[in-house]
């Protein structure tokens, strides 16, 4: 397998870094990663991750609920309910954010395609665009979606969407920058970027150190605060509109993290700390587990 090397932070440009923590693949492989820290901004990043052609092996595992949709377990099973009110609320925020009931859609890693079926049904043209084969066929199987190959977004027409999103798949995406250059130039003039992705500043992020569920590595590869997020997108022009918690991450996270940790009473554990995360996050937009970033072009600051 190749590595995927990091010398220069994509948000920043700085070229020197430090040791943060060392953390596992608990969910795959087992491997131990370091997460290293730029020392100019801050940004955290998995050290060593594989590059691009060999990171699929990291996908493998029936328990990788975005590709495989399973609902064994009591998380999953937490996991698929808190979808089906997850999707009514991304779609609400978006009408909301857009003044659209109906509009061009595109979902960078639209894993097996639930989100992209329900803005369909309520009338929105979607693309959608997925790495994993195994995602794929489930969404053509089961919702006739013909999801594209990521470097799709490199080859569709220019200004064609009024809104993309990337729920929770940002931080997994090696070539960050040229990524989001393509998502710029594919957004019409008032179109809209959303971005959600983990906090590593959150309350859980601090509480459960390398046992924090959402530094996922080397899936992961970056690991954001909203202050990198604000930087990073002015670097490419884009003005932060708004931002939203995800008011049920940091009660998955924290679960999981209890089960990494061997707890016992992982789900109650889970909810307690989850639930002081959860308060927490209300005190500021910025300080949920998760957090919902809406950006637009700079042009269309008021």
């Known amino acids: 397998m190749s590595k995927f090397l990091i010398r220069q932070c994509p948000v920043c440009d700085n070229e020197h870094f430090t040791h943060f923590l060392t953390t596992t693949d608990f969910y ?41 949709n399973t609902g064994k377990g009591l998380v999953n099973g937490i996991y698929h309910l808190v979808r089906r009110y997850m999707l009514r609320r991304k779609r609400k925020l978006i009408e909301t954010i857009t003044g659209k009931k109906k509009g061009l859609l595109l979902e960078v890693g639209a894993g097996t395609g639930f989100f992209l079926k329900a803005m369909k049904k309520h009338g929105w043209q979607v693309t959608g665009t997925e790495k994993n084969p195994e995602a794929q066929k489930f969404a053509k199987d089961k919702f006739n ?121 992982p789900l109650f554990k889970g909810l307690l700390f989850g639930k002081i995360s959860y308060l927490i996050g209300l005190t500021g937009k910025d300080r949920g587990s998760s957090v919902i970033y809406v950006f637009e072009k700079e042009l269309q600051a008021s």
């Not at 492989?29 to 955290?44: P, R, V």
């Not at 995406?173 to 594919?186: D, G, P, Q, T």
């Not at 179109?191 to 569920?213: E, F, V």
Request: contains cysteine; glycine residues 4%; aromatic residues 14%.
């Open 28 to 68: 795959v492989s087992g491997e131990e990663f370091e997460i290293k820290q730029c020392t100019g901004c801050g940004l955290k990043f998995t050290s060593d991750a594989e590059d691009e052609d060999s990171m699929g092996a990291y996908y493998q595992s029936d328990k990788y609920i975005s590709h495989s």
């Open 145 to 265: 979606l013909e999801l594209k190959d990521p470097e799709a977004i490199f080859r569709l027409n220019s200004e064609g969407f009024d809104v993309i999103t990337l729920w929770h798949v940002l931080e997994h995406i090696h070539k960050i920058n040229e990524n989001i250059e393509a998502f710029c130039r594919l957004l019409k003039p008032d179109g809209k970027l959303i971005i959600a992705i983990p906090n590593r500043a959150s309350y859980d992020a601090r509480h459960y150190r390398k046992y924090w569920a959402a530094w996922d590595v080397p899936r992961h590869i970056w690991h954001f605060t909203p202050f990198q997020m604000k930087i990073l997108g002015k670097k490419h022009g884009l003005r932060l509109h708004s931002t939203h918690n995800m008011p049920f991450d940091s009660f998955y996270i924290s679960i999981l993290s209890e089960k990494y940790k061997r707890s016992a009473f």
